[in-house]
């Protein structure tokens, strides 16, 4: 039954992208990650949907839209397993994991006060040092963190 | 960005490392030239450091070089809101060479991005301190003839201590053995024991600074306890004596031993050591003067062997 909901759900977009494979605990920071908050399309957002694979999971539909790559792979920092489906005319044209970019730019917040990128006008930058479980550092105070962990700004 | 600065000694490869420690035997066998002549370096201390400003001062001026900066941002317009950015471009119009100190960690490293200016790193908060992991580096190299295969003890403040965590990342080349002697609130960071066995480097861990310990170490690299690291008072008191060295409990240790310590000192070196040949702290210090002429020239690209 949840299959065929699920499944129906899906097909119901025409165009735009699915994320699926998102752990529950993390769809939240997913959709701040992607900036869904302040997005004028239609987003449907599922969560604690059963997984065989991770066991409960969540799920992001976003319809009329398809994402740059290094967006989409900013989920990688707290979902290293989701997988990005792209649908166009109702057909599954890509789908593909998110991959971890070896920099991150501009999308967490150190956590260490007296980092110099909190107390200056610039850009935040962390190194993965691990993918799994992803670990950040800082490039600036090396301060390491958890990807779970991570202040999204 | 200029490859030439120096922000992390992480940064630079073992072969750099021993090129520095060459220039350094270099200017401590000629400490004063005009090699640096018609050259302007910028000293800029956003946060008071007597002791290191005056040694790079003093390895600026004795290779003849001029000198401008400040001691203290709050002569400067940082205390009227300018960004370090700023600061730093402006500065960078004006000189060859950039020394700079600042209490936020990372600052070294960014103002490497904004300018082509090389940039030295005199101390970034808790941070980074490469100048004094060079000195560190320099004599213990002196005193041992060599950097390799030395059993090396750390002793007393492992958890904070930025120049212990240095000075065991810049040893990784050459094959240490290290033991850490601290109290359980001090004891080293879980990450730069990982380091050591990621890197396959040998230690082992204390809270007994024993005579066993001392009498295998070639080098004793003591460290300041604070008592504002505690956030138990009565650990701290309880503590404080124990990781102290006294002359007497060097009775046994090897001839060559040598006792680093990275100033300033309070109890944790007793004063009846100073006299003992084995004690090497302030001519360490001294050293200090040779590292940064070593790391001042090798910033502005300029070989004195040459």
């Known amino acids: 039954m949840s299959t ?26 997913a959709v701040r990650l992607l900036g869904l908050e302040h997005s004028k399309c239609h987003v449907t957002i599922g969560n604690n949907l059963h997984s065989g694979k991770i066991g409960t999971k969540g799920i992001i539909k976003i319809a009329d839209t398809e994402f740059p790559e290094e967006v989409l792979n900013r989920i990688a920092l707290i979902a290293p397993n989701a997988v990005v489906n792209t649908i166009r005319d109702f057909e599954v044209v890509d789908k593909r994991p998110v991959r971890l970019p070896d920099t991150l730019t501009r ?22 040092v691990a993918h799994d479980p992803v670990v950040i550092r800082c490039h600036y105070c090396n301060h390491t963190v958890a990807g779970t962990d991570a202040q999204i700004l | 960005m200029s490859s030439n600065s120096l922000v992390s000694i992480s940064d630079i490869s073992r072969d750099e490392i021993l090129d520095l420690l060459d220039r350094a035997r270099y200017f401590e066998e000629n400490p004063n030239s005009k090699i640096l002549d018609g050259r302007v370096v910028a000293t800029l201390f956003f946060e008071p450091s007597t002791r290191t400003r005056l040694s790079f001062e003093t390895a600026v001026n004795r290779l003849g070089g001029r000198i401008i900066g400040f001691s203290d941002a709050n002569s400067t317009s940082t205390s009227k809101g300018e960004t ?17 100190r600042h209490y936020l960690e990372g600052a070294a490293r960014y103002a490497t991005e904004v300018t082509d200016i090389p940039v030295i790193n005199a101390g970034d908060g808790a941070n980074q301190h490469p100048s004094q992991t060079m000195l560190d580096l320099y004599s213990i190299y002196k005193t041992q003839g060599t950097l390799n295969n030395l059993t090396i003890t750390m002793v007393g403040d492992l958890k ?12 990784q080349y050459f094959n240490p053995t290290f033991n850490f002697i601290a109290s359980k609130e001090l004891q080293m960071p879980e990450e730069y024991k990982e380091f050591c066995r990621t890197h396959g480097i040998k230690f082992t861990e204390s809270t007994d600074f024993s005579e066993d310990v ?9 460290t300041r306890v604070q008592r504002e690291r505690f956030t138990d008072i009565m650990e701290y008191e309880r503590v404080k004596n124990l990781y102290t060295l006294h002359n ?9 031993l040598k006792i680093l310590h990275p100033l300033p000192r309070v109890n944790e070196i007793d004063r009846d050591v100073d006299d003992n040949p084995k004690a090497y702290y302030f001519e360490q210090a001294r050293n200090g003067l040779f590292a940064r002429q070593a790391i001042i020239t090798r910033a502005l690209g300029i070989d004195p062997r040459k």
């Open chain 2, 214 to 222: 001392i009498n295998s170490s070639d080098i004793i690299y003591m």
């Open chain 2, 248 to 256: 007497s409990m060097l009775e046994n240790s090897k001839p060559t």
């Open chain 2, 160 to 171: 904070y201590g930025r120049t212990v965590h240095s000075l065991l990342m810049a040893m």
């Open chain 2, 84 to 100: 370090l950015k700023d600061t730093i471009k402006m500065v960078a119009n004006y000189v060859d060479l950039i020394v700079m």
């Open chain 1, 4 to 29: 065929t909901k699920k499944e129906l759900a899906v097909a119901a977009l025409r165009n735009g992208t699915v994320i699926d494979r998102i752990p529950s605990t993390a769809l939240f920071q």
């Open chain 1, 107 to 128: 999308i967490v917040k150190c956590d260490n006060p007296k980092c110099i990128s909190n107390n200056e006008p610039m850009a935040t930058k962390f190194e993965v």
